[in-house]
């Protein structure tokens, strides 16, 4: 499948959940087995707990509808906004990241208060549910350097959390590869455009979000008990 026919059918799924009432009910599915969520052990190098009020963390890890909504239903997050980190602020627009020649990768940045909960454990529920850390340029149905597995630390301490933590999982055997996550410091975060925002909260019975990034909410509160938020915290405020 070429890049132009990819795109078209991200496109064709922008529409016809923009243009098409949701469904009444949405349907319950496994992850695929590319993407099956696992319990995996906590870093044994975190963050000091609280050491301010607010800290960021921008990750990428395929379609960023999935990853938003995964940490907008976690306990200590203050949002999840979608966007585009890895490229130039000019080339980053939709249509053209979608070429998948711009170095952008679809990103989420996620701003969390470190007193409710660690850098460590966002990572935590990143290499667990919100993605799958040894596809390489791509996950699930969506191929390509944009859909990469990458870490845009804020400052070398979440640098040093996260390569240390890549270095933990990889020598435990977790997963059945190797992660093939990034690091890439010093890498600005462009927000996405609206329409992208908050969509599976707004569109929880498209297709895409059925059968793509639904169960990852479930693996969430079944891996998560303790964090997870059954009503997500919205970057949009809600029209109804």
Not at 39 to 60: K, Y
Not at 109 to 118: E, G, H, L, N, V
Not at 213 to 220: A, C, N, R, V, Y
């Amino acid at each position: 499948m070429t890049k132009a026919i990819r795109l078209l059918l991200r496109v064709s799924a922008i529409a016809a959940a923009l243009l098409l009432p949701a469904l009444a009910v949405p349907l319950a599915v496994p992850l695929s087995a590319a993407e099956e969520a696992r319990a995996i052990p906590a870093p044994a190098i975190d963050e000091p707990a609280g050491a301010t009020q607010s800290e960021t963390a921008v990750l990428a890890g395929g379609c960023f509808w999935g990853v938003q909504g995964v940490y907008q239903h976690v306990e200590g997050v203050l949002s999840a906004v979608s966007g585009y980190a890895g490229g130039a602020k000019e080339t980053a627009q939709y249509y053209v990241v979608g070429k998948g020649t711009t170095g952008h990768a679809e990103s989420v940045r996620i701003t969390f208060d470190p007193r409710k909960i660690s850098y460590g454990r966002i990572l935590q529920i990143y290499f667990s549910v919100a993605h799958n850390p040894t596809e390489l340029n791509r996950q699930g149905p969506d191929t390509g350097t944009q859909y990469r597995s990458a870490i845009f630390p804020a400052n070398a301490e979440q640098a040093r959390v996260a390569a240390a933590y890549i270095a933990q999982l990889n020598k435990a055997g977790v997963f059945d590869g190797a992660i093939v996550t990034k690091i890439e410091p010093d890498k600005a975060f462009y927000p996405a455009e609206a329409y992208h925002q908050d969509f599976l909260a707004q569109h929880p019975s498209h297709p895409y979000i059925v059968v793509n990034d639904l169960p990852k909410i479930g693996e969430l509160k079944r891996l998560f008990p303790g964090i997870y938020r059954p009503g997500p915290v919205l970057t949009v405020a809600p029209t109804n």
